[in-house]
């Protein structure tokens, strides 16, 4: 039962490729610039008048992440004094002791 089958599977496909092989290839209907018989170079077209974009000017800039304040905006000095750092400094520029 399963070989007449499979047997039927096989020669329907092998009739499938060799009916799909004798087709003739379709040409396409219009040579491509460049192709052989057409003329190079090929004559440009007309150039099409296209409306041009209005500018409308800059796009708006997103707000900066909370917390941070905006580029290019002066900052608060809000340092403090770090009192190690002030003592490494002063160590540094007393130089070496000997």
Do not use: C, F, H
């Not at 060799?18 to 209907?29: E, K, T």
């Not at 219009?30 to 409308?56: C, M, W």
Request: cysteine-free; overall charge positive; glycine content about 10%.
């Amino acid at each position: 039962m399963r070989i007449p089958i499979l047997a039927a599977m096989i020669l329907a496909s092998s009739v499938a490729t060799l009916a799909w092989a004798q087709q003739p290839m379709r040409m396409p209907s219009a040579p491509e610039a460049g192709s052989p018989g057409t003329a190079t170079p090929q004559p440009y077209g007309q150039p099409s008048t296209a409306v041009p974009i209005k500018r409308q000017g800059s796009a708006p800039l997103l707000p900066p992440p909370q917390g941070q304040p905006l580029p290019g905006a002066p900052r608060p000095n809000g340092d403090q004094p770090i009192p190690q750092l002030d003592e490494q400094m002063r160590r540094n520029s007393q130089g070496l002791e000997g």
